[in-house]
């Protein structure tokens, strides 16, 4: 296994207290997979087989409601891992895993990952952490949809975005990868014909701008907000 996995493992949270003689026998043990976009890296319900770590790209992890509505609930990029909480308690995927970008993710199989986990508790515990986090996240989604009009849950949306996976541009701005208006309106609980309408709408009051496949939004916005 190459050098750079190494370094990609030793570099994420997860693993970085690992000795180097583990770092590179979870290398040669990880599985390399390449996605398009729109692929589906697992759905929900199926066998859990492994951790992955995220190399490149961007996912949505997903569930339906029960009347076969998506509900996007996070949006993960490069560093990130996902597929956790079904290796800790042996169940069936809870969510659906979609790529959003051409994705490029290294699988940790199961057996591997429990062992770590025997081997070095503190993974358990950042496991925890991160977990409890995600946690807050999803509690904040949903008290927006419940305290928020659509706007204010669109505005929030962006700049979570923008946070998450955004690139400061020195110019005042940031940009991020925008998703499709779909996958804006299963995050935010709406329409995507509101989405487009009211995406339009902070474009005419300068809020967000939008060329091509990109968004942009301008820094002193997220300052005010995580004010």
């Known amino acids: ?93 809870s969510a659906s895993v979609v790529t959003q970008l051409p994705t490029t993710v290294y699988r940790i199989r199961r057996a591997d990952f429990e062992r770590l986990v ?18 807050r996240r999803a509690n904040a989604q949903m008290e927006s949809l419940v305290t928020l009009d659509v706007v204010g849950r669109l505005a929030r949306y962006f700049i979570n975005l923008a946070r998450q996976h955004g690139q400061l541009l020195g110019n005042g701005w940031v940009a991020v990868r925008r998703p499709t208006h779909q ?22 009051r300068g809020l967000v701008v939008n060329e091509g496949k990109m968004s942009y939004l301008r820094e002193e916005v997220l300052v005010e907000e995580g004010s």
């Open 1 to 93: 296994m190459s050098a750079p996995v190494v370094e990609l493992l030793a570099a994420n949270p997860l693993f970085a207290e690992l000795a180097p003689s583990e770092l590179e026998a979870l290398a040669t043990a990880a599985e390399r997979h390449e996605y398009s976009r729109d692929e589906t890296v697992f759905a929900m319900q199926q066998p859990a087989d492994g951790l992955y770590v995220l190399v490149s790209g961007r996912v949505k992890v997903s569930v339906s409601s029960s009347g076969g509505k998506e509900i996007i609930l996070a949006t993960l990029g490069p560093g990130q891992f996902f597929g956790e909480m079904a290796l800790l308690d042996n169940e069936p995927r």
């Open 118 to 135: 025997e081997a070095y508790p503190s993974i358990a515990r950042k496991l925890l952490r991160e977990l409890s986090m995600r946690l």
């Open 183 to 204: 996958d804006i309106a299963a995050s935010v609980g709406t329409s995507r014909e509101t989405v487009t309408r009211l995406i339009t709408d902070l474009e005419t």
